[in-house]
């Protein structure tokens, strides 16, 4: 079954185009990674997809039904967003930012319910930040907020989840405890569309790449047949050398740096 289906979308600010004539699909239960040079538009592919944004032309069809026919709340039980980052001007305790989760489930004033509860408490416990229920949010790491945020997007319990560079700042612990827990939530049949900078976590933990250049998708399809060193080099501009991870038959990539 098809979750996401984007028909021939164009995007521009003010008169500067950003995406222009972009179609693909995401099927339900895949990992889905977006990569590309800065500027490329990935980050903006997101939020044309859970309509923070609206294309100029072209469609986005939700599960067969086209985005602009679904009213929000109910487009926010289906799709959670994580943005690249997140502020907290008020320091609420982590059980409170992931009851925020529930509103698309609340009406005007309601207060929530066993079924809300049971839904914040299974987000505490598959993003493993139950031991933070009781702390402020700023008072935790950048790794550990992280973590809170998509917990906040999945006590919404969607079916898609939506991530800009969720990895980024992040030290090698943090960025693999986040790749992880993706791929688990995936394995729960979540669908996800991740945007990532790291070529080579995107080529460990994503089963299909879109690559974008400028506005446009330059190649779409797995790690292994989308990640070389010619496509790099065009799209890129830089000269890399490409191996295998010694334990997955995915693409890794290293840099040549200049004089060797």
């Known amino acids: 079954m098809t979750a996401i289906e984007v028909k021939n ?149 969607p079916k898609i989840l939506l991530l800009d560079e969720p990895t980024s700042h992040l030290d090698l612990h943090h960025q693999f405890a986040i790749m992880e827990l993706l791929k688990k939530l995936n394995t729960l049949g979540i669908s996800i569309i991740i945007v990532n900078h790291d070529l080579n976590l995107a080529s460990l933990y994503c089963q299909r790449l879109l690559l974008m250049h400028e506005g446009t998708i330059y190649a779409d399809g797995t790690p292994k047949s989308l990640i070389n060193e010619k496509t790099l080099r065009d799209v890129y501009g830089t000269s890399v050398k490409i191996i295998r991870h010694p334990d997955r038959d995915v693409p890794q990539i290293f840099l040549h740096p200049q004089g060797e």
């Open 9 to 157: 979308i164009q995007f521009s600010y003010n008169t500067e185009d950003v995406i222009e004539d972009v179609s693909f699909t995401l099927h339900q239960g895949e990992f889905l990674g977006i990569i590309g040079p800065n500027g490329a538009g990935k980050s903006t592919i997101l939020r044309l997809v859970c309509r923070i944004l609206t294309p100029r032309l072209g469609s986005v069809l939700i599960f067969d039904k086209n985005i602009t026919m679904i009213r929000r709340k109910i487009l926010a039980q289906q799709i959670a967003f994580v943005p690249q980052e997140t502020y907290f001007a008020l320091n609420f305790t982590v059980e409170h930012i992931l009851i925020m989760g529930r509103y698309p489930y609340l009406g005007v004033f309601q207060r929530e319910g066993r079924k809300d509860i049971d839904a914040v408490e299974y987000a505490l416990e598959q993003a493993d930040v139950t031991k933070f229920r009781k702390r402020p949010i700023n008072s935790l790491s950048s790794g550990e907020r992280q973590r809170v945020v998509i917990a906040r997007a999945l006590a919404q319990q």
